[in-house]
Nanobody
Framework: QVQLVESGGGLVQAGGSLRLSCAAS????????MDWFRQAPGKEREFVAG????????YYADSVKGRFAISRDNAKNTVYLQMISLKPEDTAVYYC?????????????????WGKGTLVTVSS
């Protein structure tokens, strides 16, 4: 059983930066594709960024491309989301998610495990 715990959320002014972390417990972290999703108040949860096993491949939603960067440290069982140039519309609960895969690829849906989320609030 995989458990995911997010941290690093908080209140930041527009234009500021935050780095989110997601610590995973359970076996074979290096065989899990990892994603970040977010859910803003009154909106559906949406894909933000994804990374393959090895970290070779990454993929971003258009809304965050060039501002967010996903990375992972398989030795630490941790995935990160570095966010810069934050905007008020980035305000949301950010969730980490994982999916076991036989292939070193990215998934943007059908994730198997989810964390409980961390709140990011960007003030204008």
């Amino acid at each position: 059983q995989v458990q995911l715990v997010e941290s690093g959320g908080g209140l930041v002014q527009a234009g500021g930066s935050l780095r989110l972390s997601c610590a995973a417990s359970g076996p074979s972290f290096s065989r899990y594709a990892m994603d970040w999703f977010r859910q803003a108040p009154g909106k559906e949860r949406e894909f933000v960024a994804g990374i393959s096993w090895s970290g070779r491949d990454t993929y971003y939603a258009d809304s965050v491309k060039g501002r967010f960067a996903i990375s992972r440290d398989n030795a630490k069982n941790t995935v990160y989301l570095q966010m810069i140039s934050l905007k008020p519309e980035d305000t949301a609960v950010y969730y980490c998610a994982s999916k076991y895969s036989h292939y070193d690829t990215i998934y943007t849906s059908a994730m198997e495990y989810w964390g409980k989320g961390t709140l990011v609030t960007v003030s204008s």
